[in-house]
């Protein structure tokens, strides 16, 4: 019998949706909620690591998140010149082994829906349009309070999980007081037509930016983005934002000439600033835990966050699904097992940011990303 039996996760995202998947297929009874009135179907790229496609193999999603993905093993590197000359191709680390790619490109509503059709195969029960507001707990379980619509509505659960993401509500509910602190960048990125000569990521270092970069998510499209101090562009109308990016984008040349060229009303341009937390101590308080990026965040320098929230999803749902109830070895073992390894991730994210805020030339960025790729080869 696992620890548990009805759990409510908080949050669909990729922690919520993995940790519901795994334990409804451990005997769990699952209600996974989540404040959006369905999986969306806008947003950008995402740029997702060997380990995190070893879970998704482990989820029972890897063949349509194969279908649905573009691959690659290599990494450029380009200089911010008229010609954007290529400086060095790289062999990317394969962190998940040899049987994954070292990396995939995807769209990431095409993924949050492949994780949400497997849960509901999973016989998870999912709330849409339910934003939980409320909890209180005792010794035997934790009542939850959502509005759904215009109804509030409660339920009663041996343990929730809060992965509702960078400004958890859980994680205030349950008092800890970690919370994401910028860390001076903001990431414009657009999701456009792929030049054929784009076949894996190509980074740029300086220029008029800290980074210019872009992934290919599939055959035809890709996501570009460019990485900046951090300021409030939320006063800047859509046609604004258009031109703040295509003027960014003219300090980069190679492919980044068709990406400017292509860059239009219909690029779902995005802004937004990177953050960094990570709660240094236990996640739970009692029957109630938080994990993804209620948990922690770093900047994507080394694009590890959705490999990490799906990391925690696995593990706490491997610790419930072989204890025999919910004591104090359970949050124990978990957060021996994630901590250490989150807080490298985190620090050495935040590092590479910070190198490159401070201009610094001689800092040692292959020795760092072998080391957490090393780290993270490991399974969790
Ligand atoms: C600019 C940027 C670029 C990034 N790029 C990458 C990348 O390339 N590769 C990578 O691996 N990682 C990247 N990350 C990090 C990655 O996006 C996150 O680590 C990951 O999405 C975290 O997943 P999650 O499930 O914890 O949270 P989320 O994906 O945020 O999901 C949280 C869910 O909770 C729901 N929710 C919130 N509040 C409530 C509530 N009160 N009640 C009910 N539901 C609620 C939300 O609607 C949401 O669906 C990037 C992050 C940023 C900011």
């Known amino acids: 019998m696992p620890a548990v039996s009805h759990v409510g996760v908080v949050g669909a995202g990729f922690a919520g949706a993995a940790a519901a998947i795994l334990l409804a297929e451990g005997g769990v009874e699952v209600d996974l909620f989540d404040a959006k009135p369905e999986v969306s179907a806008l947003g950008s790229g995402i740029t997702i690591q060997g380990n995190a496609c070893r879970i998704l193999d482990q989820l029972g999603v890897w063949e349509q998140v194969q279908e649905n993905s573009y691959p690659f093993d290599i990494l450029g590197l380009r200089a911010p010149d008229p010609e954007g000359s290529v400086i060095a191709v790289i062999p990317d680390a394969k962190m998940g082994g040899e049987d994954y790619p070292a990396t995939i490109g995807m769209y990431r509503p095409d993924l949050a829906a492949i994780l949400v059709e497997r849960a509901e195969k999973a016989g998870v029960r999912l709330h849409?349009?339910?934003?939980?507001?409320?909890?209180?707990?005792?010794?035997t379980g934790v009542d939850l309070e959502w509005i759904e619509g215009a109804t509030r509505r409660t339920g009663r659960f041996d343990l929730v999980i809060g992965a509702d993401g960078l400004h958890s509500a859980v994680r205030e509910l349950i008092g800890i007081d970690a919370r994401p602190q910028q860390n001076g960048m903001g990431i414009w990125r657009a999701?456009?037509?792929?030049?054929e000569q784009v076949t894996h990521t190509d980074l740029v270092y300086g220029g008029p930016c800290y980074i210019a970069g872009y992934c290919p998510t599939g055959p035809d499209r890709m996501y570009a983005y460019l990485v900046e101090e951090a300021q409030d562009r939320t006063v800047l109308s859509p046609e604004e934002q258009l031109a703040t990016m295509r003027t960014l984008a003219a300090g980069y040349h190679g492919?980044?000439?068709?990406?400017?060229?292509?860059l239009g009303a219909d690029s779902r341009i995005n802004y937004t600033w990177f953050t960094r937390h990570l709660i240094d101590g236990p996640w739970n308080r009692g029957r109630v835990v938080v994990i993804g990026d209620a948990a922690h965040s770093c900047p994507p320098t080394m694009?590890?966050?959705?490999?990490?929230?799906?990391?925690?999803?696995?593990?706490?749902?491997?610790?419930l699904l072989a204890s025999e109830g919910l004591d104090s070895s359970v949050w124990a073992e978990f957060q021996d097992r994630r901590l250490p390894r989150l807080r490298e991730v985190v620090d050495a994210s935040s590092q590479l940011a910070d190198w490159l805020i401070a201009h610094e030339r001689d800092a040692d960025v292959p020795g760092l990303m072998r080391r957490v790729a090393m780290t993270v080869s490991q399974p969790a």
Do not use: C, N, T, Y
């Open 255 to 262: 492919p980044w000439d068709e990406v400017r060229a292509s």
């Open 128 to 139: 849409w349009g339910a934003k939980v507001d409320s909890l209180r707990q005792d010794e």
């Open 303 to 319: 694009a590890q966050g959705a490999a990490m929230s799906l990391e925690d999803a696995v593990v706490l749902a491997e610790i």
């Open 191 to 195: 999701f456009v037509p792929r030049p």
